[in-house]
Each structure stands twice: as C-alpha cells, then as structure tokens.
C-alpha cells in the first residue's frame, strides 16, 4: 500500500508529527511519500495513494492555508479512499475538558470549510517551543501556559506529543486502510454460468 502524508508546519512539531507516522507506516510493510503543503504541486495525483493523510498545527484557531489548499483542490478524490486528518494543537495539551473541545472545534471547521469528510480525524497534542518565540509570543504563550497548569520555563521548549497514542493511531488506521484494499480488491458476486443456466430452465 502506498500512503501519501501531506503536512502543514509553523514551529516544526507537525513535521516531526508527520515524520513519525511516515517511519512508522514504513515499518509495518507500507510505501510513504511525505509532502510538505507548502511544496505540493497543484498536479500530484492523489488518485495513485492507497490512503491518505493530512496533518496541519492549530494556530490562532486556524490551520495552515497551504494545508486547507491542499485539501480543498483535491477533496473529490479524497472522498475515493480512507483519509485522516491529524489535528496538532496546545490545547490537546490542556488538563481543561473546554480546551479539548475547542480543539476538536477548530477540526471540524477545517473539514466543514473544505468540504471533505475524513474518515477519522485524530487530535493530537503539540509543543511549546519557547526557544523560537520572539519576546512578544514569548510572553502571551507563557502567560497562557500559566493559567493552565502548563511549563513557564522560557529557557527550553516542552513536547506535550503522546508519541504512544500516536502509534496506535496510525496501527488502527492502517487496519482500515487494508481493510479498504481487500474490500475493492474482492470480485463482486456476478451471476455464475450455473445461475444462467438454471435461469434459462426456468423461464
């Protein structure tokens, strides 16, 4: 099965997100091409994957353009074959039930506003990379992962990214990937000549 995975990243987590399901597929016997949303041609053919999936970061409660471009030019053949999209976000990160919610908010706008239905959509947590941050996001994002609980340590960044829950993900998606393959690949029932002829007797 060949499975492309198309990313969009701000900070980086998404690639390393990204990257991660890609070594993963690779191990359990799978073919990846993993694109950047930024560098995808309007021309890939995403009739030629077996599957699909598109991960994009949380930022102002948006994902990246070029991910919803992405998506959005190629939904019709993205309805033809399982899809995942993988939400990376902070508020994943949240002990907050709210934030979560939020989270799963901001999904299900990019799926209504790009008019594709995916067949699992999985909302994963991010990071804060403090270390990146100019002195003004520095300082909002400190004050936000103050009032939830979350590291205000400046001087490096936090990885809140269950790489477990990760794996068994993409291990259940990859089931129903497969699944998919032996069902399109099954030869439908057709009337048998033993049916024709019955058939023929009968009349």
């Known amino acids: 099965m060949h499975i492309l995975i198309v990313y969009g990243t701000t900070e980086g987590q998404t690639r390393k997100v990204a990257t991660f399901l890609a070594d993963h597929i690779r ?14 041609p309007r ?5 030629a994957y077996g599957a699909v999936i598109a991960a994009g970061s949380v930022h102002n409660g948006r994902h990246q353009a070029s991910l ?3 998506v959005r030019n190629h939904r019709h053949a993205l309805q033809t074959k399982p899809t995942a999209l993988v939400s990376v976000s902070l508020s994943m990160a949240s002990d907050d039930l709210q934030d979560h919610v939020e989270a799963a908010a901001c999904a299900d706008r990019f799926i209504t506003a790009s008019e594709w239905t995916p067949t699992v959509t999985h909302l994963v947590a991010g990071a804060l990379r403090y270390t ?6 520095g300082w909002i994002l400190k004050m936000i992962a103050g009032a939830k609980g979350a590291s205000t340590d400046t001087d490096k960044d936090h990885e809140f990214t269950d790489w477990s829950d990760l794996e068994a993900f993409v291990d259940a998606f990859l089931k129903q990937v497969h699944e998919h393959g032996d069902l399109i690949a099954k030869p439908s029932a057709g009337p048998t000549l033993d049916d024709g002829v019955n058939q023929s007797q009968q009349a």
């Open 43 to 47: 021309s890939v053919d995403v009739d």
């Open 27 to 40: 191990q359990r016997g799978n073919e990846v091409t993993l694109l950047d949303s930024t560098e995808a």
């Open 68 to 70: 919803f471009q992405f």
């Open 132 to 137: 990146q941050y100019d002195f003004f996001k």
